[in-house]
């Protein structure tokens, strides 16, 4: 008889993988019981900009610094960055993310910062399994973009706070992710800090780059549609933000692609009711960029 199909290995196969499951729900178990349902965790959305904010000193950088500080640190933070797109909605459930160098054209100094985060495959395993409308796949090829570590870096930088990011699916419009959010409410009562990284005004294609450094410059149209969505952003008026295509020529201008814009909402589906909403970082840059940033909670 071949011993792997013989009546007590057979078993013993069984108990390992029965032990192995078991395992697995406890972990799962553990993160729900470890991280306190007492409190709420703020919500923010940053501006993240250019990646050369991860290592340049500036107003912006120095603004996720006082964020950082002025909130309570979080067990674990999960991350929609603008810069992972996907066919369906995934989040890395990697033990140790790779830092990803996803651009071209910058200082090698920037190409050598890494950002060591550990992940946490059990907040990955809680996200998918909370989330019912629709699958969530765990990745373990992805990492943290720089959407997630040119931003998170300056709130943590000794990177000893787990991190994981949630993929947008670009074939979704966004009624779809504002509600999708919604279903990560849990997480803020467990700890974890949920941060979308985009920006509200990016097209890349108008950018004035004699006026790049030029901190406050805006087109019209910008600031336009920069002083709309703060107005409702203040007034907590969410259905032109997510129907925002709808919302005219200014607007069309600010947002020619979702991928930057989405995260906002994601952030924004979090408000719950009553719930303060405070605006920093508030500058645009290069006629066609801002980098307004604001916290919930």
């Known amino acids: 008889m071949n011993p792997l199909n013989s009546p007590s290995t057979a078993a013993d196969a069984q108990t390992s993988l029965l032990k192995g499951g078991i395992h697995k729900l406890n972990k ?51 991350v929609v ?12 459930a ?8 996803d651009f071209g054209g910058f200082p090698q100094e920037l190409f050598d910062v890494q950002y060591p ?7 990955a395993q809680l996200t998918k399994e909370i989330i019912t409308s629709t699958d969530v796949h765990l990745d373990d090829k992805w990492g943290l973009d720089h ?18 990011q949630m993929s947008i699916d670009y074939r979704q419009p966004p009624a779809y992710h ?9 997480l803020r009562h467990k700890g974890v800090l949920i941060v979308g990284s985009g920006n509200m005004v990016h097209n890349l294609r108008m950018v004035s780059w004699q006026h790049l450094n030029s901190v406050g410059y805006a087109y019209d149209w910008a600031r336009e549609v920069d002083e709309t969505i703060k107005e409702h952003l203040r007034s907590g008026n969410h259905n032109p933000l997510i129907e925002y295509h709808n919302q005219g020529k200014a607007f069309q201008l600010a947002i020619p692609t979702p991928e930057h814009y989405l995260p906002m909402l994601y952030t ?3 408000q719950e009711k009553d719930e303060d909403l405070s605006i920093f970082n508030d500058k645009a ?11 919930i909670g």
């Open 147 to 164: 959407g997630a570590w040119s931003v998170i870096k300056h709130l943590y930088p000794e990177a000893d706070v787990p991190v994981i």
């Open 28 to 78: 799962l178990h553990s993160i729900s019981l470890d991280m306190d349902n007492s409190t709420s965790m703020p919500v923010l959305f940053l501006g993240h900009g250019s990646p050369m904010n991860a290592i340049e000193e500036n107003e912006f950088v120095q603004g996720f610094r006082r964020i950082g500080k002025d909130i309570e640190k979080p067990k674990a933070i999960l």
């Open 178 to 186: 504002y509600a999708l959010a919604k279903e990560l409410a849990l």
């Open 94 to 101: 990697m033990d140790m993310p790779t830092t990803i160098h």
């Open 81 to 92: 960055s603008a810069h992972w797109e996907t066919p369906g909605t995934y989040v890395t």
């Open 268 to 270: 924004l589906a979090l």
């Open 285 to 295: 840059l290069g006629g066609s960029l801002t980098m307004t940033s604001f916290k």
């Open 117 to 123: 985060a550990p992940g946490s495959p059990e907040l």
